[in-house]
């Protein structure tokens, strides 16, 4: 992540993090406009409040007057009303917008983390990342709308006030202004203190994220280990280190806010000890001392407002930095100058001086050379971390080759985008990923358009009709997150489900039916093969039933791969 800066200036990344931000209010610039136009009205109101305050006093109670009383009174009355209507409003309005952008930044990060290549995610706690797109965006959010609106009215609100003071008594409106400078050095003094502490717990915090993302889904795991203790003084000693952070945050933040609201109060004191005494010495009336203390209070909140801008720019660095870390993360492929796959592909895939390695020490693939001719049917086989999953993952884009081309029907892939090439391909992995949703969605999943009937009927072909018998409402009922009520078959034929939904250039079976009886893998390795029968199948299998009467079969070894025959393979 980049490191915060305590220059009063941003640096070039953090300019462009705000430019990023501020794109989004630029996109609703007349809902921005409609609730400025709202709060300066809202703002005229509240300041009328107490000038007619001082003309009740003055012109109605100190003389007399039953008639300026009512008058005063009533108008006091109707701006109350008005005022109160104009800010529900106008609240409702803010919270909407705030909502626009909110979810508008947590989508534009999402989208671009969905372009990442799978390294990245190696690398990464998902927790932290969950962490960085939860709390970090809603509290850009929070500043780009919430205290950029609660300032901009603060400033009316404080111009308003001070221009009301000095209309009512210059000489007693000095003493707020001789104060506010020495706000501004102080805070300008404590502002790296504050950003250093305000990161320490954020990181916290993200550690704790990462703690329940790991754990929880792993919880059978741990029971079976007898590690719950072990497990639970982890979690205390983060909670122990993230309280430990953050009341030292707040001490600092404290000591932040309590000197300039100590000189406030002074202030405040100050005004009424001079203002009463002109008021007794006859020179400064009692309803315009009133109206000035109520001035007085109206312009503190909002300079305290604009102190505490201070507060929630340390805030917004922190996080703006966390979530420009994912959003500098660069892309798999740079799609400015890529192509779309032709909507016809016969499924030739060759393999062209591939070279690929994850470390230096690590030699996945040298100078690998490989033809597999549209419609084959290929078994892929090799020794356990020999690199069949880096093979497919090569295949689906998810890792680009250190050298070498992989080509479908003479394309480089590395010349298309990549979404477009996914889109051909159809993969049942040996572990399916299980939604929190219905069995139907489950299936269609990446096929939404697909009808009732084709869902269907994919599940029957793949051995889902006991599990959907089962169920109590059928394919509509709702699947535990990951799966965790289903068996391992169940799971699987799910997977295969999902394949035969789609029309591929390219079908990936990964273990396809490991977790299945013998008499329901023969039946669903019959219907692949005669369902798919003109399609290019790739299917890496421990068990030789997935891969008979393969056209070939691959065998992986140290940086290498050769085809055998079927007799090699079973021999």
């Not at 400015?336 to 994850?358: D, R, V, Y």
Request: charged share 20%; proline share 4%.
């Amino acid at each position: 992540m980049s490191k915060s800066h305590t220059l009063s200036s941003p640096s070039p990344t953090r300019r462009a993090a705000l430019t990023w931000l501020y794109s989004f209010l630029a996109r609703y610039k007349r809902d921005v406009i409609f609730l400025a136009l709202f709060s300066l009205i809202t703002t005229a109101l509240v300041v009328c409040v107490p000038y007619i305050s001082k003309q009740i006093i003055d012109k109605g109670l100190l003389q007399k007057d039953f008639d300026a009383l009512l008058l005063y009174s009533c108008g006091l009355f109707f701006v109350g009303i008005l005022s109160t209507l104009l800010s529900g409003y106008n609240r409702i309005k803010h919270t909407k917008l705030s909502g626009k952008i909110l979810f508008a930044l947590r989508e534009d990060v999402f989208q671009h983390l969905q372009k990442l290549p799978s390294t990245f995610y190696h690398q990464q706690r998902v927790g932290d990342i969950s962490s960085r797109m939860d709390r970090d965006i809603a509290e850009i959010q929070r500043f780009a709308v919430d205290t950029l609106f609660s300032t901009f009215s603060a400033i009316l609100g404080l111009t308003a006030a001070t221009a009301m003071m000095i209309h009512l008594h210059w000489q007693l409106s000095l003493i707020l202004l001789i104060l506010i400078p020495f706000q501004l050095f102080y805070l300008f003094k404590m502002r790296p203190k504050v950003e250093r502490k305000n990161i320490k717990v954020r990181e916290s915090a993200a550690d704790i994220s990462s703690f329940f993302a790991e754990k929880i889904p792993v919880i059978k795991f741990i029971q079976s280990a007898g590690a719950e203790k072990q497990e639970l003084d982890k979690l205390s000693h983060l909670n122990h280190s993230f309280l430990g952070k953050l009341i030292s945050l707040q001490i600092t933040e404290f000591w932040t806010s309590a000197i300039p609201s100590t000189l406030v109060s002074l202030s405040r004191a100050a005004i009424f000890l001079i203002g009463g005494y002109w008021v007794i010495d006859g020179s400064f009336s009692l309803g315009s001392l009133i109206a000035f203390t109520a001035y007085v209070a109206m312009a503190i909140g909002p300079l305290q407002s604009l102190l505490g801008l201070y507060l929630a720019w340390q805030r917004l660095t922190v996080s703006l930095d966390r979530v420009s870390y994912l959003r500098q993360q660069p892309l798999a492929q740079n799609e400015a100058h890529l192509e779309e796959l032709p909507e016809q592909l016969a499924g030739n895939i060759t393999l062209k001086a591939l070279c690929f390695s994850h470390t230096l020490e690590t030699e996945i693939f040298n100078n690998v050379n490989l033809h597999i001719p549209a419609g084959s049917k290929v078994g892929i086989v090799g020794q356990t971390g020999i690199g069949k999953s880096t093979l497919l993952d090569l295949l689906q884009c998810h890792l680009l080759p250190s050298s070498g081309s992989i080509e479908i029907d003479g394309i480089n892939l590395a010349n298309i985008n990549v979404q477009s090439w996914r889109k051909r391909i159809a993969i049942a992995p040996q572990d399916p990923v299980i939604f929190r949703d219905s069995l139907a969605n489950n299936i269609r999943y990446g096929q939404p358009q697909a009808s009732e009937k084709d869902v269907y009927n994919a599940a029957i072909s793949a051995g889902l009709a006991e599990l959907i018998f089962k169920l109590p409402t059928g394919l509509k009922t709702i699947i535990s997150e990951r799966g965790t009520a289903l068996s391992g078959g169940e799971k699987q034929r799910i997977g295969l489900a999902r394949v035969l939904l789609r029309d591929p250039v390219l079908l990936i079976l990964d273990e396809p039916t490991s977790a299945t009886d013998k008499v329901t893998e023969n039946k669903i390795i019959e219907q692949i093969d005669q369902l798919f029968a003109n399609t290019t199948r790739l299917i890496v299998s421990h068990s030789g039933k997935p891969i008979a009467n393969a056209d070939m079969i691959i065998q992986l070894t140290q940086s290498s791969l050769k085809i055998i025959s079927a007799e090699e393979y079973h021999g």
